[in-house]
């Protein structure tokens, strides 16, 4: 990793496109895929939640770059690489992630704290992601925030999330079965995200909405967009149930490194009516550990080339689409073009995109 000092604030720093491990040599022509090795650049991480960042420095962990997040005096939100008392004598140490300064740039918004991971010239407040369900401040109640974690890679882990049918049988005590008589998957995209659309027609009512929901009917049609982006992982996601409720979050999936994900999930689940309200996102504590036992024994398989190829079904277009958009991503960025195209726009009004207005 590069270094530079402030006293001699010469050569501008420069980041490498990849000093992660390197790719997995495979069988030429193996049809194949390691989400271990995408260490994407120039993007915000939303590293930690509002609340947790108070004066006393907190530590989080991007591609195993060190965050120390603190507010100073005035309460605002600081990131730094080393700890606010260590600064000046650790400053001659600092990367080019903070071109020398040992400062991330760092934004308040939605209620997390956005760190930027790349080269911070590229810092840029419009390249934060719109959460349309989120104030812009933040102000949800306690109880919509949770924290979960992965034992796998955040490309992996997305993954999982992807694919909303493993839900059906993973999940299917909290949030209901396959059954139903119509399942419709689409998928959409641009260069720096992908959006999967889930529709089904009298699916089993999720049991939670039944126990503790109010929801009486036995079946109810669901609608899920699921909303990635693909430098951040930040996936924003609008599960709609009818007769039901709407439940909004935000999952983004940190990369802490190759065999972890950090997620401070967003759970607005304010308009439902209580107890649902209050246990919804508590869910995670249950689902969590579901979808873990299926990435964790998964993850380590990734890291060894000899393995045989990935079996992924070729009918699984959104998880297909994901994987070749984060290839073609990863490969730009391995060409030092760390640009996003026309067609990017992170910030982009999703409201209906997300099926919010109808
Ligand atoms: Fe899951």
Redesign the pocket.
């Known amino acids: 990793m590069n270094t530079t000092t402030l006293d001699a604030p010469a050569p501008a720093p420069t980041l490498l496109a990849a000093t992660g491990p390197a790719a997995p040599q495979r069988k030429p022509g193996a049809l194949d895929w390691a989400p271990v090795n995408y260490d994407l650049r120039d993007t915000w991480f939303p590293v930690s939640h509002s609340r947790d960042v108070v004066a006393q420095p907190i530590r989080r962990i991007i591609h195993a770059q060190a965050y120390f997040l603190w507010r100073d005096g005035s309460g605002v939100a600081c990131a730094a690489e080393f700890r606010p008392d260590q600064m000046s004598a650790k400053r001659h140490l600092a990367s080019a992630f903070t071109g020398g300064s040992g400062l991330y740039p760092v934004i308040e918004r939605y209620g997390y704290i956005w760190a930027w991971y790349g080269n911070p010239e590229h810092a840029d407040v419009l390249l934060i992601p719109h959460i349309p369900f989120v104030p812009l401040d933040g102000s949800l109640p306690g109880y919509t925030q949770r924290t979960v974690r992965f034992d796998a890679s955040s490309a992996l882990s997305v993954e999982?999330?992807i694919d909303l049918t493993?839900?059906d049988f993973?999940?299917a005590g909290t949030i209901g079965d396959g059954t139903a008589d119509a399942d419709v998957v689409e998928v959409e995209w641009t260069s720096e995200t992908v959006t999967r659309t889930r529709m089904v027609t009298n699916k089993s009512v999720a049991p939670i909405m039944r126990w503790i929901g109010g929801v009486r009917a036995k079946f109810q049609d669901f609608r899920a967009v699921l909303h990635i982006h693909l430098r951040s992982n930040v996936c924003i996601s609008y599960p709609r149930f009818r007769p039901g409720y709407d439940v909004p979050n935000v999952q983004p999936f940190v990369p802490v490194g190759s065999y972890r994900s950090r997620c401070d999930v967003t759970f607005n689940t304010t308009a439902a009516p209580a107890p649902f309200r209050y246990v919804m996102p508590r869910i995670n504590y249950v689902?969590q550990p579901?979808?873990n036992s299926v990435v964790r024994p998964q993850s380590p398989r990734y890291f060894d080339p000899t393995e045989r190829a990935d079996l992924h079904s070729r009918f699984d277009k959104p998880g297909n689409r994901y994987r070749l958009q984060m290839e073609q991503l990863a490969a730009r960025q391995r060409r030092g073009d760390f640009a996003y195209g026309s067609d990017a726009e992170p910030n982009r009004d999703i409201r209906s995109l997300l099926g919010m207005d109808s």
């Open positions: 999982n999330l493993h839900a993973l999940h689902i579901q979808d």
